[in-house]
């Protein structure tokens, strides 16, 4: 299995921060790398794919970089609604694996 | 655009089949796309159970593998999963989700919970 671990778990940032999530694969999965938000009670949501592809419809101020090893998901200026869990998932092998979690929790 | 909706029981007794579909509107599940489940417990993270092509071909995380049994109805245009031997470790949000190329996941279904428990 290819292992995603996601840095930091939580972090607490106030609107208008900068917000930068790590997700590390245990072996090069290239830019096969896709981000979620996930609100309480609802679907995750996709917002980045090929690990920096922003996808229709998502607020520029989110971003994602990275190939190989390392990603990162940054929000350029946290606003109000982007209070929620971000997840990374692979989909270099067959077997897909997620990340697990970052929970962005207001300051 | 496409939609998804899981439905099924809430509750299942241990030992006992979970037994879930999925169904897809503004769309053909008779496309070139994956048709996936992925399950998150409550208070924890997202893990992929598997996933069916409209060739009948599967997919299934080899942790669940021998009790997951996946089907696609396409004049009903859905799709359906089994899990058998359920255990309380199966407790969890079931979503449903198409898998498109590159492997992302888009549109997902609203989730609906399943309780094992006697």
């Known amino acids: 299995d290819i292992q995603m671990t996601q840095s930091p778990s939580a972090l607490s940032a106030s609107v208008g921060d900068r917000v930068t999530i790590t997700c590390r694969a245990s072996q090069s999965i290239s830019i096969y790398l896709n981000w979620y938000q996930q609100k309480p009670g609802k679907a995750p949501k996709l917002l980045i794919y090929?690990?920096?592809s922003l996808q229709s419809g998502v607020p520029s101020r989110f971003s994602g970089s990275g190939s190989g090893t390392d990603f990162t998901l940054t929000i350029s200026s946290l606003q109000p609604e982007d209070f929620a869990a971000y997840y990374c998932q692979q989909s270099y092998s067959t077997l897909l694996t997620f990340g697990g979690g970052t929970k962005v929790e207001i300051k | 655009q496409v939609q998804l909706q899981e439905s099924g029981p809430g509750l299942v007794k241990p030992s006992g089949t979970l037994s879930l579909t999925c169904a897809v509107s503004g769309g053909s599940i008779n496309s070139s796309n994956w048709w996936s489940w992925v399950r998150q417990p409550p208070g924890k993270g997202l893990q992929w159970i598997g996933e069916?092509?409209?060739?009948?071909?599967?997919n299934s995380n080899p942790s669940l593998k021998s009790r997951v049994t996946m089907s696609m109805d396409k004049s009903k245009n859905q799709f359906s999963l089994k899990l058998s031997s359920v255990t309380a470790a199966d407790t969890a949000v079931y979503y449903c989700a198409r898998r498109r190329s590159l492997g992302l996941f888009d549109p997902w279904g609203q989730g609906t919970l399943v309780t094992v428990s006697s």
């Open positions: 069916i092509y409209h060739t009948g071909s599967t």
């Open positions: 090929a690990a920096s």
